[in-house]
Nanobody, 121 residues
């Protein structure tokens, strides 16, 4: 089992930045892909970004490319999401996940409880 705890969410004005963190405990995560998803009110949970276990491969949703950066520190069992140039449409609960390479929710095995990000216009 893997436990994931997200932090770093909050309220920010459009154009601002936030850095999300996700700390993992339990089973080692160094062999897994780590990803971020988000869910806006009334919408489906959608893929945001993922990073390979070796940290050398990343992928992003088109909506966040050039604005968000995902990184990981396997020694700390932690993944980060640096979010810059935030827009109101980035608002939602952001979830950390651990699993296999992909953009579907079905590719991920473990999920955190989520952290709220609210971007005001």
């Amino acid at each position: 089992q893997v436990q994931l705890v997200e932090s770093g969410g909050g309220l920010v004005q459009a154009g601002g930045s936030l850095r999300l963190s996700c700390a993992a405990s339990g089973r080692t995560i160094s062999v897994y892909v780590m990803g971020w998803f988000r869910q806006a009110p009334g919408k489906e949970r959608e893929f945001v970004a993922a990073i390979h276990w070796n940290g050398e491969s990343t992928m992003y949703a088109d909506s966040v490319k050039g604005r968000f950066t995902i990184s990981r520190d396997n020694a700390k069992n932690t993944v980060y999401l640096q979010m810059n140039s935030l827009k109101p449409e980035d608002t939602g609960v952001h979830y950390c996940a651990v699993g296999y390479w992909g953009t579907s929710r079905r590719d991920y095995l473990y999920w955190g409880q989520g952290t709220q990000v609210t971007v005001s216009s």
